[in-house]
């Protein structure tokens, strides 16, 4: 290592910041306008917030992520992270406001009476009155799925992510200045309740965000499979980041090819292995017992176009990535790690757009009684195309814009903060340590 | 070489702790480490130790002889709990031979010092329990004298085995990890092996460790191959160390049984076989390390360490147990409801509880310092996880298939004396190889150790004296 070029390394965001969240802010709020007037001209609402849900899950996991990998450094007391470990804190800090793009799919959960986003916001009640068959069913869960305990969850969520991303990242910055190693054992002491804090409302999010679009399905594994991908966002996000700040001239000395690397391997291990392995888990434990109230889950996504979509998460967040990022030669060339980080930014878009759009009304399903190949008969029928994939401009630009924000956001939060934790007592072991 | 008394146990950001105490040099610690093996007798506890564990093994001998004789109802598998004890043995020691294989690999990739000084009776023991585990599903098929129709083997009565049953998958996913572990153990252990045999002192020892030395010599180009190779073994083995208990879970989940079929399984099961995996580990490293005078390498913040670990993986273990029980009444399934509630208050009650206390209450303690630094304490937890662990594998087994969806079939399940001397038994041969491995192997990895220390660091002088952690 260059101590000379050390020393002379931009750390700073400086003129970029403003550049950077007041243009992309700009853009993202832009966006989100226009997807609401695409939204009104295709007249489809239900659509519309779908698209959102998948926006917002697709950015919040990332952050998760964020908050995760923060967490987690000071856990496991790592060394090799911390000059890494101010942009993942700099992710993790949207968590403080992002619980305001989170008002309008409360605003649908307590005005949807129709149940369009959430079936179940139609109440058991008046599903009954439909002679829906999954009336009963709803009426047990009502003591968990209503408006009141969701929006609640959801409150003490977001209270809670607030609290731990306002802790760890406003210490880390404190130490900044203060230089105080003090603050790294507060932080370490209190990682461990942090960690289980951040387990339970995670995937109690994932459930009550996700799972719940299809009220009658379930799966234990769910939280868990939400968690896998947020690595998956997180980890590329990370990469991606760090590849333009470096671009641009910022931290250019201090973050290493070595850190690149062991981004790599994060990606590699959570966000490619570690997703396969519970998304295939929970496939193929549901798949092997085959029984129908979980099925039907994973049949719509093997109808029409979904069955494409399904195979190319198969294929592209799992089986290319993993051979393409097997070797430590794509993990040791930046603008090659780059590119498989922004692919794989793309597919765990698909992967969010996978768990909430496919859709068929139970009725279909039920209609055919278990018989699959005439329930794929009933689907190619011209009166079920609107159930099939049909990709909306707004999906795109939903997404796009809440990205914008996200990184607007991060920009924001470490507006003016040096972009490398420097007091961080170990720095040095960061900065010095070498993959065998 | 000093001998003053260390404390490696603080937690300061500011500098990492040394994890090998009183050694300065490295030929102390080849001394210290062959010692184990070069003295002329074992410690009087070593002979004790192998004489109740040898007669267990005995017991348990002759008792696969009266099995074979008599037939499979010398046990208390009974309709409907055609899984009894066998199953509940056979889950617990896959569960127990997960340590290692995670400490050696998974830990390695993790760049963890301090699984040096443990990582070699980590994974010995492993191998040792895996051999617990694979006999009790081959005695438990009936007639044993046909048990090689679980492998592929082309036959004249061209039978094949059903490949849809994660019963065979279990075949191959034990054989695979065992092999592997195996290899990864012994390939460890070369460098260390010719240590042995360039200290002997009689021709009988010389040749012996010559053989499974393989002709080490040290060179750079021996240590270069080696270094490959051990990386390529920790790679292949990490995926192993949760494929072994996914499959082992899929043997549960895959079926409709009520609670058996959760999709959290796979995860959940390789968390509780890390946790009890573990908690062995400790049983047997806290004698270990006093008897054999190891307490310099296997210190207080390694052992430490590893109670923090165990409750890690204990949390993971009550996350899946919160989950399923959510689930159980979220799905609004029945049979999946009762089956829970079932378990807490029904007639396996009794098991529930002590599976709760012993794997998400007690382990608790772990959250305070003087609780993970405390011998006795650490000692009685860790004893607690072992029986709490198997109970978990008896509740899962016994009250899902007492109580199935047939009322006209429940019964209650009472194990026989002879499953009970079996179950310990398996305890006498898992402490017999133990015993075995302790009194004529390298019980630390020498050359790891060495690694770790600050004199193996080329730029110590710059640096504090001390091993990073």
Partial sequence: ??????????????????????????????????????????????????????????????????????????????????????????????????????????????????????????????????????????????????????????????????????????????????????????????????????????????????????????????????????????GATMILLIYFLQRAGRVTESISIEHYHDMGKFLFAFGIVFWAYIAYSQYMLIWYANMPEETTWFMVRQLGSWKGLSLLLILGHFFIPFFFLLTRHTKRVKGVLAAAAAWMVAIHFIDMYWLVMPMVPIELVQSVDGDYAALVIAFQAPENAAYDLNWQLFDVTLMLGFAALMVAGTAFGLRSRSLVPEQDPRLAESLAFENY | MTTLPLDNTFDDPTRRAPLVLNHDDFGSVTNTICGVNERPKPPRAWYIAFAISSTFLMVLGILIGYLFWTGVGVWGNQNPAMWGFPIVNFVFWVGIGHAGTLISAILYLFRQKWRTAINRFAEAMTIFAVICAGMFPGIHVGRVWVSYWLFPIPNQMEMWPQFRSPLLWDVFAVGTYFTVSLLFWYVGMIPDLATLRDRATTKLKAISYGIFALGWRGSMRHWHRYERTYLLLAALATPLVLSVHSVVSFDFAVAQVPGWHTTIFPPYFVAGAIFSGFAMVMTLAIPARQWWGLKDFITLRHLETMNKIILVTGSMVGYAYIMEFFTAWYSGAMYESFAFVNRMFGQYAWAYWIMVTCNVIIPQLFWFKKARQSIPIMFGICLLVNVGMWFERFVIIVTSLSQDHLPANWDYFHPTWVDLTMLAGSFGLFMTLFLLFIRYLPVIAIAEVKAIMPAANPHAHDHDKEASA
């Fill in chain 1, 1 to 234: 290592m260059n101590a000379a070029a050390l020393a002379r390394e931009d750390r700073y965001l400086g003129d970029l910041g403003p550049k950077l969240y007041v243009r992309l802010g700009g853009i993202g709020l832009g966006l989100i306008v226009v997807s609401l007037v695409l939204g009104f001209f295709a007249k489809d609402w239900d659509r519309f917030w779908r698209a959102y849900v998948v926006a917002y899950c697709f950015v919040i996991s990332i952050c998760l992520g964020g908050l995760f990998f923060t967490i987690l450094q000071h856990l496991t007391r790592a060394g090799w992270s911390v000059a890494i470990r101010r942009i993942s804190e700099g992710l993790a800090s949207n968590l403080r406001w992002l619980w305001i793009l989170f008002i309008p799919i409360v605003w649908i959960v307590w005005t949807d009476s129709e149940g369009g986003l959430y079936h179940w916001t139609l109440g058991a009640e008046a599903m009954r009155e439909m002679g829906g068959a999954e009336a009963g069913l709803l009426a047990h869960k009502e003591a968990f799925l209503n408006p009141m305990f969701w929006t609640l969850r959801a409150a003490l969520y977001f209270a809670i992510w607030f609290a731990l991303a306002q802790f760890f990242v406003g210490n880390s910055i404190a130490q900044d200045t203060s230089g105080d190693p003090s603050i790294t054992s507060r932080m370490q002491a209190l990682a461990a309740p942090a960690m289980i804090l951040y387990a339970f409302t995670q995937t109690f999010a994932a459930v009550d965000w996700l799972m719940t679009l299809e009220f009658a399905w379930y799966s234990t594994m769910f939280g868990v499979y939400f968690f896998a991908a947020s690595c998956c966002g997180f």
